[in-house]
T-cell receptor
């Protein structure tokens, strides 16, 4: 079955450093991949979408890569700030429909 | 500004009771979704709708039902609440079209079934 894996361990980094989060998937080939941010007690908020024919996408301090050979996406936050502390969810389109499946998310803590 | 709202934000109920969670969006989106979020499982799709009078089952639909009588609302009903349905529930909506549309999420409803 289709599966998405994100590192369940929290990522702790120092302010100003680059945070890198990983999303791996198995058993299918999605055409699209999205990253969402979720703060405690709130719903997820869309950040970036990348298509299978795009290797990299950038938005301000955010960068996403999509390696269909490795079946992996990397999400980078450069010059990280304490306000970037949140849970980041990876999401992929599900084969055969317009539904989305989500990873469990990785918690990021940025220390001042 | 367009938005998506959920009510109630918190609910405590007893096993066996029927519970309805409301979801209302003003984006005028055709697609609406209900997810539950539990620790370690991420978001799991319960039901979804691609338009008025259209409803479809997701991966964890047992014990839940939805109906879509207009574009704005997709209420989620737990027919007979069970303790296993204690969770945080999120409603989302997206535009119609080909491919993977961005989903806009509500603030969530925290449900406790005793």
């Amino acid at each position: 079955s289709q599966k998405i894996e994100q590192n369940s361990e929290a990522l702790n980094i120092q302010e100003g450093k680059t945070a890198t989060l990983t999303c791996n998937y198995t058993n299918y080939s999605p055409a699209y991949l999205q990253w969402y941010r979720q703060d405690p007690g709130r719903g997820p908020v869309f950040l970036l979408l990348i298509r299978e024919n795009e290797k990299e996408k950038r938005k301000e301090r955010l960068k996403v890569t999509f390696d269909t050979t490795l079946k992996q996406s990397l999400f980078h936050i450069t010059a990280s700030q304490p306000a970037d502390s949140a849970t980041y969810l990876c999401a992929l389109d599900q084969t055969g429909g317009f539904k989305t499946i989500f990873g469990a998310g990785t918690r990021l803590f940025v220390k001042a | 500004d367009a938005e998506i709202t959920q009510s109630p934000r918190h609910k405590i109920t007893e096993t066996g009771r029927q519970v309805t969670l409301a979801c209302h969006q003003t984006w005028n989106h055709n697609n609406m979704f209900w997810y539950r979020q539990d620790l370690g499982h991420g978001l799991r799709l319960i039901h979804y709708s691609y338009g008025v009078h259209d409803t479809n089952k997701g991966e964890v639909s047992d014990g839940y039902s939805v109906s879509r009588s207009n574009t704005e609302d997709l209420p989620l009903t737990l027919e007979s609440a069970a303790s296993s349905q204690t969770s945080v529930y999120f409603c989302a909506s997206s535009e119609s079209g080909q491919g993977m549309e961005t989903q806009y999420f509500g603030p969530g409803t925290r449900l406790l079934v005793l």
